[in-house]
């Protein structure tokens, strides 16, 4: 089996230059920290996240049962506001989303394809700004560029994403310290 299939995927999609639009990639961050079970895999797709996983499913021998996907989606909502979205809310052509190079606006056919063999469900966080993120190459800080409204909406969306692939949030957190920040002994 290729080595990035499961049963069971939750994929962030986004572009973390774009403040708000990683929320996808940084939710995924957040998930990899977690001790998940062995029949569900977690992805950061990135920009081309929808297009390369579309390929990715149509060549699995053994459809994936359920995928999560997380990104933006502008409905209206307040910064930081999750809803859980089905891919026909997406495609609909009466509705104008972003006009970002990974736009679902394009992907009707295949998100519908898509659909046939594997539950598909959306995660969306309403954004509250999709500008160029002001990096420095000097930084230390190697976390994601989010607004604080959507940063604090990334805990809601492990537990949403997890519980619609069936696992207990209560699951243990992976750490590189013990509780007092000393290094753990490996």
């Given at each position: 089996m290729l080595d990035w299939y499961a049963k069971k995927m939750i994929v962030g999609i986004g572009n973390p230059l774009y403040t708000d639009?990683?929320?996808g990639p940084a939710v995924v961050e957040a998930l990899k920290k977690l001790s998940l079970p062995d029949d569900l895999k977690v992805i950061d797709a990135g920009?081309?996240?929808?297009?390369?996983?579309?390929?990715?499913?149509?060549?699995?021998?053994?459809?994936v049962e359920t995928m999560v996907m997380?990104?933006?989606?502008?409905?209206?909502?307040?910064?930081?506001?999750?809803?859980?979205v089905t891919p026909d809310f997406l495609t609909e052509e009466t509705k104008v989303r972003y006009l970002d190079p990974h736009s679902w606006g394009?992907?009707?056919?295949?998100?519908?394809?898509?659909?046939?063999r594997t539950e598909v469900i959306i995660i969306g966080c309403q954004p509250e700004s999709i500008g160029m993120s002001e990096i420095s190459n000097e930084s230390d800080d190697i976390d994601f560029w989010l607004t604080e409204n959507v940063k604090?909406?990334?805990?809601?969306a492990v537990?949403?994403?997890?519980?619609?692939?069936g696992v207990?949030?209560?699951?243990?957190?992976?750490?590189?310290?013990?509780?007092?920040?000393?290094?753990?002994?490996?």
């Open positions: 639009d990683g929320f920009l081309a996240g929808p297009h390369f996983l579309f390929t990715l499913v149509a060549q699995a021998a053994t459809p997380i990104d933006i989606i502008d409905f209206g909502g307040t910064p930081g506001q999750l809803t859980k394009g992907l009707k056919e295949p998100l519908e394809e898509l659909s046939k604090t909406a990334i805990p809601k537990q949403m994403a997890l519980a619609e692939v207990d949030y209560g699951t243990t957190i992976i750490s590189e310290g013990n509780l007092h920040g000393e290094a753990g002994n490996a």
